[in-house]
C-alpha cells in the first residue's frame, strides 16, 4: 500500500514539475522554434550562466520574435537522479522571416 502511493506521489511531482519561461518579443505566424538547444548546467546552474544571442541567430534583432526557456518532466527525472548536481534546461528561439 505504502508503495503504490509513494509511486504515484512521485510520477505526480515528475509529470508537474514543468516550467515554460516565453517572452513574446513581436508577433510571429511561426510555431516552429528557429534554433533550439539544450543547455548544461551544473548543481543547479549556481553562479553559472549561458547566452544566446537571439539577434545574431535571427540574423537581425527587429526578425526576433519569441525566446523560451523550458523544464521538462525529463529535465526534472535527470535533476533528482543525479540529486540536482546536473540541471539541463531546454531554449528556443522564433524568429520572423
Not at 550562466?49 to 525529463?74: F, H, M, W
Not at 529535465?75 to 540529486?83: G, H, Q, R
Request: with cysteine; net charge positive; charged share 15%.
Amino acid at each position: 500500500m505504502f508503495k503504490q502511493h509513494s509511486v504515484s506521489l512521485l510520477l505526480a511531482l515528475l509529470l508537474s514539475a514543468c516550467a515554460t519561461q516565453r517572452f513574446d518579443i513581436a508577433s510571429s505566424q511561426k510555431t516552429e522554434p528557429t534554433f533550439q538547444e539544450k543547455q548544461t548546467f551544473w548543481l543547479g546552474g549556481i553562479g553559472q550562466t549561458e547566452a544566446v544571442d537571439g539577434a545574431k541567430v535571427c540574423g537581425d534583432a527587429s526578425k526576433l520574435a519569441r525566446v523560451e526557456t523550458q523544464v521538462t518532466a525529463g529535465t526534472v527525472a535527470l535533476s533528482i537522479l543525479t540529486l540536482g548536481i546536473y540541471t539541463p534546461r531546454n531554449i528556443a528561439i522564433t524568429c520572423n522571416p
